[in-house]
């Protein structure tokens, strides 16, 4: 008989790529337990059923981006917690828990610090499952960054207090092993990669008939320091943009898996000229299967735009301004071609060269050979 488990994961996210890593989360998960619950980790939001995961509207998210500009992203967080969370939706949570044997928390790049409520809302939801014998397990997650002695001593508490932990790369498990010393971690990938779309044969049949389109994920100011940094890769992009425009290489589609991200899009828009590109609005995982049946090539930034790719036998290339995407490109092992985001003025022959190189059936192949063993190598038994 299976056992029945609560499931907490980033089901209402802004970051499309965060909300299809929980539906392949969901999907790992049915398979061994009976899960009776389902939590939203932001909000701490019952989740009634699959398909309202992505249910706030769209004004929901604007009002979120306006506080946040106005007091900030540390004081917004601080407020929501102690005011929303804390105070009710965790309450209402740990009543409807008691019916559980067993609570997964999973997803997203949970283990950090970057928001300093979530160290401190894991810590009350593992406490409050160890009170009560309820086992936990964190699985599929990325880490980092973990920067104030404080959190490191949050998550060796959680860590003593959990059952089993699987993290999505290995500079994950270099940073959270020395605050887990009595658990094993194991390394997985993503779950996203385990769903494979069964596009393959239609990509190697399309790919020498049509004109070529590149798609480029585009970054937005969040994913930088200071806005010089935003404003120096802006100026890179657009550089890099008319550049391929010119090479006559194909049509150019401009997109991101995350909303806050078409700011920067637009702002490339406006000084490029008419015709240059297209515009993708992306806001479903449909959007996604759409627009990627156009793509012959992607640029790719956010990691799970390049894990779309994988699934979706779209040859591509990564910018990486994150550890995480580094981390992706080790894990997948196929040699990929990566230039960092803070090289791109002096990479432009080189990202063109890659495009024209890789569009064809050969790469399609390794890349299916890749999506097999990423399918057989799964065990749900981990979980």
Not at 42 to 56: A, C, D, F, G, W
Not at 115 to 143: C, E
Request: aromatic share 10%; net charge positive.
């Amino acid at each position: 008989m299976k056992k029945n488990v609560a499931l907490i994961s980033f089901f209402n996210s802004e970051n499309l790529g965060d909300i299809e890593l929980s539906k392949g989360l969901f999907k790992i998960i049915e398979r061994k337990y009976n899960i009776e619950l389902m939590y939203d980790f932001s909000t701490l939001k019952r989740v009634e059923i699959i398909s309202n995961y992505n249910k706030n509207s769209n004004s929901q998210f604007i009002l979120k981006r306006v506080l946040k500009k106005i007091v900030g992203n540390k004081i917004y967080s601080r407020m929501i917690y102690n005011f929303k969370l804390k105070r009710k939706a965790m309450n209402e949570m740990f009543d409807q828990l008691k019916s559980v044997d067993k609570l997964i928390i999973g997803g997203g790049n949970m283990l950090m610090d970057k928001n300093q409520t979530w160290p401190l809302r894991l810590s009350k939801i593992i406490n409050f499952a160890h009170k009560n014998d309820i086992s936990v397990s964190i699985v599929y997650v990325g880490a980092g960054p973990i920067t104030h002695n404080k959190t490191k001593k949050i998550y060796r508490e959680i860590f003593k207090k959990v059952q089993k932990i699987i993290v999505r790369d290995k500079l994950s498990k270099k940073l959270i092993t020395p605050l887990a010393e009595n658990i094993t971690i194991d390394v997985d990938y993503d779950p996203a990669l385990y769903f494979d779309n069964e596009q393959y044969l239609s990509r190697l049949n399309r790919l020498p008939n049509k004109k070529t389109v590149i798609g480029i994920n585009i970054l937005g100011r969040e994913c930088f320091k200071t806005s010089k940094e935003n404003s120096n890769y802006l100026s890179d992009m657009y550089s890099l943009i008319r550049k391929i425009h010119s090479s006559e290489i194909g049509k150019v589609i401009l997109f991101s898996t995350a909303k806050n991200d078409y700011v920067n899009i637009n702002r490339l828009n406006k000084v490029l000229d008419n015709g240059t590109v297209q515009i993708a609005h992306i806001t479903t995982y449909e959007d996604i299967r759409k627009l990627y049946s156009e793509l012959d090539f992607l640029v790719g930034s956010r990691m799970h735009s390049l894990i779309f790719a994988q699934t979706h036998y779209i040859p591509y290339m990564a910018i990486s301004w994150d550890s995480k995407v580094d981390s992706y490109v080790e894990m997948i092992n196929l040699e990929i071609f990566t230039v960092n985001v803070y090289e791109l003025s002096k990479s432009n022959e080189l990202i063109i060269n890659t495009i024209l190189n890789n569009m064809n059936k050969d790469i399609i192949k390794v890349m299916k050979n890749k999506n097999k063993e990423i399918q057989t190598s799964h065990d749900i038994s981990r979980v």
